[in-house]
């Protein structure tokens, strides 16, 4: 059981919007700690999407965003596309692990 | 450019240790604030973070494998390396090494493509 809750599944329309929750605790994302969030495409590594709640590097998407809220984080995805369907994690620090959490990962699903 | 790449044996038996290596190019081991992480992943199942090591030698692990892990650098070589003992079937995952980057926390700019490691006698 991951230390970050995530849905284990999403599923969109093409361009429609969808949004990927991330549910911490006062260790981590309630400390004040920053969430980040990885796309990983099937048989390939993570890949850096969301870093700082809500900071793209460069080369990703206006359509992916991210916002946090006291324990919580979102990941939202506008204009969905088929390249989009791929595997989520939220990712944060944990003061009890004096470490890195992720989350159970999503499965975002394009219809 | 920042690229890391792991390597290491593709199967073990159990009770073994694993021994992996991430090579890495792009940036330095010794500057202050660099970072490399060790990250694995079972099949079809989550990201589970593992052990960290500093610029400054300083060295996290997770505590529930603490006893099991050790995490060293070679900064001349540019290399980190990640020893697991007693390994055991459970274990077998995709093992990740990656460049960690500051931040409130931190987070994981650049990964590797990951090595697939199996345990089976």
């Known amino acids: 059981q991951s230390v970050l809750t995530q849905p284990p599944s999403v599923s969109g329309a093409p361009g429609q919007r969808v949004t990927i929750s991330c549910t911490g605790s006062s260790s981590n994302i309630g400390a004040g700690f920053d969430v980040h969030w990885y796309q990983q495409l099937p048989g390939t590594a993570p890949k850096l999407l969301i870093h700082g709640n809500n900071n793209r590097p460069s080369g990703v998407p206006d359509r992916f965003s991210g916002s946090k809220s006291d324990t919580s984080a979102s990941l939202a995805i506008t204009g969905l596309q088929a390249e989009d369907e791929a595997d989520y994690y939220c990712?944060?620090?944990?003061?009890?692990?004096?470490?890195?959490?992720f989350g159970g990962g999503t499965k975002l699903t394009v219809l | 450019q920042i690229t890391l790449k792991e390597s290491g044996p593709t199967l073990v038996k159990p009770t073994q240790t694993l021994t992996l290596t991430c090579s890495f190019s792009?940036?330095?081991?010794?500057?202050?604030?660099?970072?490399v992480g060790w990250i694995r992943q079972p099949p079809g199942k989550a990201l589970e973070w593992l052990a960290l090591?500093?610029?400054?030698?300083?060295?996290r692990y997770r505590p529930t494998l603490k006893s099991r892990l050790t995490i060293t650098k070679d900064t001349s070589k540019n290399r980190v390396v990640l020893t697991m003992a007693n390994m055991d079937p459970v274990d077998t995952a995709t093992y990740y090494c990656?460049?960690?980057?500051?931040?409130?926390?931190?987070?994981?700019?650049?990964w590797g493509q990951g090595t697939l490691v199996t345990v089976s006698s």
């Open positions: 990712q944060s620090y944990d003061t009890s692990l004096s470490g890195s959490v």
């Open positions: 792009g940036f330095s081991l010794s500057t202050s604030g660099v970072g």
């Open positions: 990656a460049h960690r980057r500051e931040g409130a926390g931190y987070y994981f700019d650049f």
């Open positions: 090591i500093y610029w400054d030698d300083d060295k």
